[in-house]
Each structure stands twice: as structure tokens, then as C-alpha cells.
């Protein structure tokens, strides 16, 4: 049996050199980087956003913490700097279809202009029209119109009283209007005196009263048509005076200004018939009898008093702003952090007056859609897709080319209440998903739309090789981190230790981490540890109490389940040997906290019919990986020790005091260690803890979490004193992934703790008996005093048992 070499203190700790480094501090760095170890990310980035055809929209995908949503601002930051700036967009009233308003695009910085504009025409309608229907012209036009009226009133009815004389009857005026009597000599006859006149000349006086009456009828009903005709000669004459004193306003101001803009001069032009039309708004008393001279509507809000009906009105002749770029200088990059639905799109806000909702165009608000219009939308995808239609929403949007505003309840077809519907706004928007990579798959393999809205795909890697051009580029993020956030200077021993940390965070001596955000926060620590310190520069020892500190902070569980097992409460040998039980190693994840810690591991074997029984399995306690590693090690069994002959054992795994779900392959080789223990009846020492998944060759493979199970078995045996005996064995694969603790690699370079690294599962069960594995020899079968002969020997003790108990109907003992 040949000794396996521990390894030694230099490949449990890849050190970062400081002197390669030319600067003493990050002062000493002048070239700011906001991102590094992205090139394909920021390659695609920049391809997509070139794109200028539809779909070329981009998601962002890999882990939070690597920097998409900084590398994706900063690049569009610079890109949209050269880009035009875009239109402002507005809406205003449609006087031919009011719930349909109409939208008008302007260039930047005119919209908030017109909007202004029509706020002074209305200030200057109020002063204006009220004072031309107050003038002297006026009133005698319309005096005159009266007059015309009047005059033709009484001309029709002298002309009627004139003929009745004629023929001994007048025209009177009684409380009950106009009425025709009799005259004798000039004199209305009285009722007793008619009474005694002769039949024949109350007949006679009948008919001509009832002649006359017909045409007095007929006058009468000629009148209120006179009067309409009176009415609209005053309307006629209300338009040519509102004509005549708004013209001015509208030809030699506002008609001119906005020529060049077709939009706005039907708009004006509209607005200018409206006015006439509706002239006589302007000129109504207020409450108290006075002549208004002031905007009812902005007195109103000035006052910070609901609208009336009556103010309201004068809302048709304002300007909605709904984009206003006249701040923006190049394209506008937004990110919307709340993207629900009527974020997105835009919603129609109602207003509660006298009991009943209302609205109107004024009332249309903004989505980051218009804000993004012309430029950049940078969304999460998980919240699009957690809020209710927003996902539906973008994607129609971005299919149709236009934002049409709805109420969510008329998408989802769920009411069909009358509303407005704004005229829809043409979109021209590049859209950018932030998400992790599921969420990229997801959509790609489930929603047909995706691949064709978005079909560049910006995946940011998660680690980078660690040499020393990648070393100095995280120098220079350190440093562009320090002056952003100013934080203290870090020397370069600091930078030093803070790249070893990062490729201990990578889980592999042979990456960094490209998480800047744990990264961004251990520094940041560093300097508040170098503040507290009165170090005017961060020092190693600074980002290792940063380091220390976090792992404290979170330590709370960690050092539970450490108790439990120091006290024997959780059941955990670190010295002794025992026949089929192993220390197993797992890793826990609190939050962004890992931790290692050590499980024991029991096999039981009797005879049987070749099966492994998985007791996590059976009582669903364990996962399908889990699961799979046992079949594994049951067909390394099959194949090493049944090749000829039936496997006639049933064994049984379990992992002790295990009372939560276990999944993973990584302690199959251990589970394994453990049978062949049984098996053999050789114990394992118990100085040792095992980590690795094995195939069916019995060769030891890499797992996860490595430098974490080393440092939990670690931490138990410190903690019951070191003696130079105890140990881990790892895969060998797993060797370059070490990163271990500096107690750690102390403990293993005073000759106190072990790590072994093992290739096969002959290798481990050497270092765990102290006995030889052996090798098949030329005639089939193991040396004595080995495992494998050991094994194989139970295992023909129970064949000829079980053939024995076949042939005789009973066990022979």
C-alpha cells in the first residue's frame, strides 16, 4: 500500500503577490473601469444597441451581482449622449371627437412652450372678449337688434288694431296677453252692454272677433320665430365682435409661431372656432354678479378647490405635456423599477366630482415607454413579469410600434365602461431585460413572441481567469470604486488580499469572481474597518477583520449547529475507527452565507438480493441527484464484486440525525467508504472526513463547496483539539478550487490538520483502514488481507448461505 502525500500549505492558498503591482495605492490609478471580465456581454451590448431594425432588443442574462444593470447604463449613458434628442409629445382636445384626443409630436422643448402659450391666449380671452362685448359698438349693434325686434312686433300688432277699428273691433291688453273686443264709438263695449245687444249684432260682432282673433293667432305665432331670427342675427353678431378681437391672438401670435407644424395649426385653428362658438362662456358672472375677468380653471386650482362643470370646461383649450424633453440633451435612458402595467404603458386618471367619476384628455398620464421613447428602456424582467399584463403590454407594444393607453380592466376584457381612448403615440424604444439566465430560458423555450423581440442575448460571466493582466484590471475597479464612493485608498497588499478573497468567492484558486457586488461591499467595509483603525490607507489586516466581520455577522446558524455537536447532541466522532460509519461532508447556504459542516453516514449489510436501500429515498426525504448517487455506487458494486455471481446482500444508507431534505451526489463516495466497511468489517477512522461523488469505476470526482467542507470539519476538530491525525479527503479535481481560511493552511503547515486528495475509491479506503484496496490477480481474485478480498469473501459467505438455505430450507451455521 503506497502513503498518499497530504498537500502541502502552498496549493491549499493561492497568494496574490503584491509586488507585481506597480502602484503603492489606488491613488496612484488614473484609469476608471466600471466593469470588468464582461467582454462578451459588453461585445453583444454594443451589437444590439447598433441594431437599428425592429427586434434586435436585449436581455441581460447571469446572476445577480455581476454588473448588468452598470454595464448596461454606462454603455447606453455614453451612447445616447451622440443620439438626437427626441419630440416632445402632448396631447390636446379633439372638439370634432372628444374621447378620442389627438396627440401631437414637437421637437424638444416646444410642447412645454405651446402648453404655455395656450395658458396666456386663455389669460388674454378672459380679458379680451369680456371687453369687446362690453364696449359701446357692441351694444348699440345689439341694442339695435332689439330694437329691430321690438319695433317689428309693435308695427304687426298696430297694423292688426288698425284694420279691427275698421270694422268696430280693437286690439286690448289684458293680463292674459292680447285679446279683441268690440267698440261702439270708439269705446270697448262692456259684457252687460253686449248682452242686450240684438242677435243679429252679437253675430255679427262674433265673427269679426273671431276673424281677428285667427289673425291675431297667426301673428303671435310669427313672433317667436321673429325672434329666433333676432337671436341669431346676436349670435351672428357675437361671432363676427369674438372674430374680430381673437383674430389678433391667434394670426399675429400663435399662427405664425407655429407654422412650420401642421398639427398645431388644425389644433389652433380648432381651438379658434371653439372660442367663437363658444363665446359667451367667457363673459358670465361669477357668484357675486361681476363680470368674470379671471380663468375660472386656474383660480379654481389656485384656490386648491375642486373644478366645477363649469370650470372644467375651459380644460379643452389646454396643453397635456406628456413628454417634456427640453431637459434632455441626446436620448433619455431610463430604468423603470416598478414596471406595472400602467407604468409601463400609461394610465387615464379619473376625478371624483358631484358623485360621479370623471376625466378627460388633461387627465392622461405618462409610462416609462414615452419617457423611454427615442431612447432606452432598461426593465427587470422578474418584476415585468410579476406585475399583471405588464409583459403583454411591452410585447404589444413593441409588435405594434405604438403606445396605445388603456385601462388595464379594458385589456383583460373585464369591463366596458366608456372611456377615453387617446390617439395611440408611434414607438421607437430599445428595450433592455435585466435577468438571471432561467428566466432567458424560460421565455425563449415558452413564450413564441420572445425570440423574436429580443434576439440578442448579453450573457455575463460569473468568474475570469485570474492572471496578472485580470489582476490589474481589478485594481483599477477597486480604484474607480474608491474615488466614486470616496473611500479610503487601498495599498496594494490591500488589493492583494482583496483579489485572493474574490477567487475564494469564485471557488477556484485559478478564477476571480466577476459578483461585484459582494465584492463592492467588502471594500467598502475595508475602508469603514480602516476608518475605525485610524489607517489612512486600507490595509490587509482591514479587509480581513471586513472579511471576518461578515462571517461573524452571519454566523449565528453556523455556530448552532457547531454547538449541537460539540455537545454531542448531533452525533460526531473526530477520533477512533468504526466499521461502517464515515463522516460526510455538506454544505448549508444561509442568505449569501455558505457554511461546511460534517454528517455521519451508517451502513448496515445482511443477506439479501443485491439491493441498496437509500433510507432518505424511501421516505422521501432525499432528491433525485441524491438518489441517483447511490444507484451509481450500487452499479460500482455490481461491477467490481458480481461480474459471475448474484450480489446476495441488501444494504442499507442513511445519513444519522438528518431530520431535513438531502440532495447531491457529493457524499456517494463516502456512502460507498461506508459499505465497503461493512462489508469487510474494517473500521474507518474516524480522524477523517469524506467529500467527492464517484462513478462506476470507482474513480473519485469534483464536487461543489469545497474549501466550506473543509473548513466545517476544521472548525469541529479545533475546536476539540487539533492532533495532527485528522483530515479531509477531497477529489483530486477539486485541488485547484482550494481556497482555505489562513487558520486553515496554518493548522496543515504546523503538521496539526490534513488534506488529502484522493483519484480513486481505492486510494480513499487505503487512507480510512490503513489497509491495502488490492488488485485482482491473473487467477480472479483478491490478496488475502486486503478490502477487496475481505469483500469478496462476505460476499461469498452469503452466496453459499443463500445457496444453503435453497437447497435445505434453512440457514447452516
Same mark, same amino acid.
Given at each position: ?601 451508517? *451502513?448496515? !449489510?445482511?443477506? @439479501? +438480493?443485491?439491493? #441498496?436501500?437509500?433510507? =432518505?429515498?424511501?421516505? &422521501?426525504?432525499?432528491?433525485? %441527484? ?119 493552511? *496554518?493548522? !496543515?503547515?504546523? @503538521? +496539526?490538520?490534513? #488534506?488529502?486528495?484522493? =483519484?480513486?475509491?481505492? &486510494?480513499?479506503?487505503?487512507? %480510512? ?45
Amino acid at each position: 500500500m503506497s502513503v498518499k502525500e497530504r498537500l502541502s500549505p502552498a496549493t491549499l492558498y493561492q497568494q496574490c503577490d503584491p509586488e507585481q503591482f506597480s502602484f503603492e495605492t489606488t491613488a496612484d490609478l488614473d484609469n476608471a473601469i466600471a466593469i470588468i471580465g464582461q467582454d462578451r456581454a459588453v461585445e453583444a451590448i454594443q451589437f444590439g444597441i447598433g441594431m437599428a431594425q425592429g427586434g434586435y432588443n436585449l436581455f441581460a442574462l447571469g446572476p445577480n451581482g455581476v454588473g448588468k444593470y452598470t454595464a448596461v447604463s454606462r454603455y447606453l449613458d455614453q451612447q445616447a449622449k451622440d443620439n438626437p434628442t427626441p419630440p416632445d409629445w402632448c396631447y390636446v382636445h379633439n372638439f370634432e371627437q372628444p374621447h378620442q384626443p389627438n396627440a401631437i409630436s414637437l421637437p424638444a422643448g416646444k410642447a412645454s412652450e405651446l402648453c404655455q402659450a395656450m395658458e396666456n391666449l386663455l389669460d388674454e380671452l378672459f380679458t379680451v372678449l369680456p371687453a369687446t362685448f362690453e364696449s359701446e359698438e357692441y351694444q348699440i349693434q345689439r341694442q339695435a337688434i332689439h330694437d329691430r325686434l321690438q319695433a317689428r312686433q309693435e308695427k304687426g300688432l298696430e297694423q292688426l288694431d288698425e284694420a279691427a277699428r275698421q270694422e268696430a273691433v280693437a286690439l286690448i291688453k289684458t293680463p292674459q296677453g292680447f285679446a279683441i273686443a268690440p267698440l261702439s264709438e270708439g269705446e270697448v263695449i262692456r259684457t252687460e252692454q253686449f248682452q242686450k245687444l240684438s242677435d243679429a249684432e252679437k253675430l255679427r260682432y262674433e265673427q269679426i272677433i273671431e276673424k281677428y282673433q285667427n289673425k291675431l293667432q297667426k301673428l303671435m305665432r310669427q313672433m317667436p320665430q321673429w325672434s329666433r331670427q333676432s337671436r341669431e342675427e346676436v349670435r351672428q353678431l357675437d361671432q363676427e365682435m369674438a372674430t374680430f378681437a381673437i383674430s389678433p391672438l391667434f394670426a399675429d401670435e400663435l399662427m405664425k409661431k407655429y407654422e412650420a407644424y401642421p398639427e398645431v395649426v388644425d389644433y389652433l385653428q380648432a381651438v379658434r372656432q371653439d372660442v367663437i362658438q363658444n363665446a359667451d362662456k367667457f363673459l358670465q358672472s361669477d357668484d357675486s354678479g361681476a363680470s368674470r375677468s379671471q380663468n375660472p380653471m386656474m383660480a379654481a386650482l389656485q384656490a386648491r378647490q375642486p373644478l366645477t362643470p363649469e370650470s372644467a370646461f375651459f380644460n379643452r383649450y389646454q396643453v397635456n405635456v406628456l413628454v417634456d424633453n427640453s431637459q434632455t440633451h441626446g436620448a433619455p435612458v431610463i430604468y423603470d423599477d416598478h414596471p406595472t402595467f400602467a407604468n409601463l404603458i400609461g394610465r387615464i386618471e379619473h376625478e371624483a366630482r358631484m358623485g360621479a367619476l370623471f376625466t378627460d384628455f388633461s387627465m392622461i398620464k405618462q409610462g416609462s415607454l414615452h419617457k423611454a421613447n427615442g431612447g432606452y428602456l432598461i426593465l427587470d424582467a422578474r418584476k415585468v413579469l410579476l406585475n399583471p399584463q405588464s409583459w403583454e403590454g411591452l410585447k404589444r407594444a413593441l409588435q405594434s410600434g405604438e403606445i396605445k393607453i388603456e385601462p388595464l380592466e379594458h385589456s383583460l376584457g373585464l369591463m366596458s365602461t366608456a372611456t377615453l381612448e387617446p390617439e395611440p403615440i408611434p414607438l421607437a424604444v430599445k428595450i433592455v431585460l435585466l435577468g438571471e439566465r432561467y428566466l432567458y430560458y424560460m421565455l425563449y423555450q415558452l413564450d413564441p413572441d420572445f425570440g423574436e423581440l429580443f434576439k440578442v442575448a448579453a450573457d455575463f460571466e460569473e468568474e475570469m481567469v485570474r492572471d496578472e493582466a485580470n489582476s490589474l484590471l481589478y485594481a483599477q475597479f477597486i480604484s474607480s470604486l474608491v474615488k466614486r464612493e470616496d473611500l479610503h485608498p487601498f495599498s496594494r497588499a490591500a488589493v492583494a488580499r482583496v483579489i485572493e478573497y474574490s477567487s475564494r468567492l469564485a471557488g477556484d484558486a485559478q478564477r476571480l469572481s466577476t459578483h461585484m457586488q459582494p465584492m463592492a461591499d467588502l471594500m467598502r467595509e475595508a475602508s469603514y474597518w480602516s476608518a475605525q483603525n485610524d489607517h489612512a490607507l486600507v490595509q490587509p489586516a482591514d479587509v480581513q477583520k471586513a472579511i471576518e466581520a461578515q462571517r461573524y455577522r452571519n454566523g449565528r446558524i453556523r455556530e448552532r449547529l457547531q454547538e449541537a455537536i460539540l455537545r454531542d447532541t448531533v452525533l460526531i466522532d473526530s477520533d477512533g475507527a468504526v466499521v461502517g460509519q464515515i463522516n460526510a461532508l455538506s454544505v448549508i447556504s444561509v442568505g449569501q452565507h455558505m457554511f461546511g459542516r460534517p454528517s455521519r453516514i451508517t *451502513a448496515r !449489510v445482511r443477506l @439479501g +438480493k443485491g439491493e #441498496v436501500i437509500d433510507i =432518505e429515498r424511501k421516505v &422521501e426525504m432525499g432528491g433525485p %441527484l441524491h438518489a441517483k448517487g447511490v444507484l451509481i455506487l450500487s452499479g460500482f458494486l455490481g461491477g467490481r464484486y458480481a461480474e459471475k455471481r448474484p450480489l446476495s446482500l441488501t444494504a442499507s444508507l442513511v445519513f444519522e440525525q438528518s431530520y431535513g431534505g438531502v440532495d447531491g451526489d457529493s457524499a456517494s463516495s463516502a456512502e460507498l467508504y461506508a459499505l465497503l466497511s461493512a462489508m469487510a468489517s474494517v473500521p474507518l477512522k474516524q480522524s477523517f472526513a469524506v467529500t467527492g461523488s464517484v462513478n462506476q469505476r470507482g474513480q473519485v470526482q469534483a464536487i461543489g463547496g469545497v474549501n466550506e467542507k473543509i473548513e466545517g470539519f476544521f472548525d469541529i476538530c479545533q475546536a476539540r483539539g487539533l492532533t495532527g491525525e485528522q483530515g479531509v479527503l477531497i477529489p483530486t479535481a477539486n485541488v485547484k478550487n482550494l481556497m482555505l481560511r489562513h487558520d486553515v493552511v *496554518a493548522a !496543515v503547515e504546523a @503538521g +496539526k490538520f490534513n #488534506v488529502y486528495p484522493v =483519484e480513486t475509491i481505492d &486510494e480513499g479506503i487505503e487512507m %480510512l483502514t490503513g489497509m491495502p484496496a488490492g488488485e485482482r490477480g491473473e487467477d480472479g481474485r483478491y490478496p488475502p488481507n486486503t478490502i477487496n478480498r475481505r469483500v469478496t469473501d462476505y460476499l461469498d459467505s452469503l452466496a453459499e448461505t443463500q445457496r444453503a438455505f435453497h437447497e435445505n430450507g434453512k440457514v447452516q451455521s
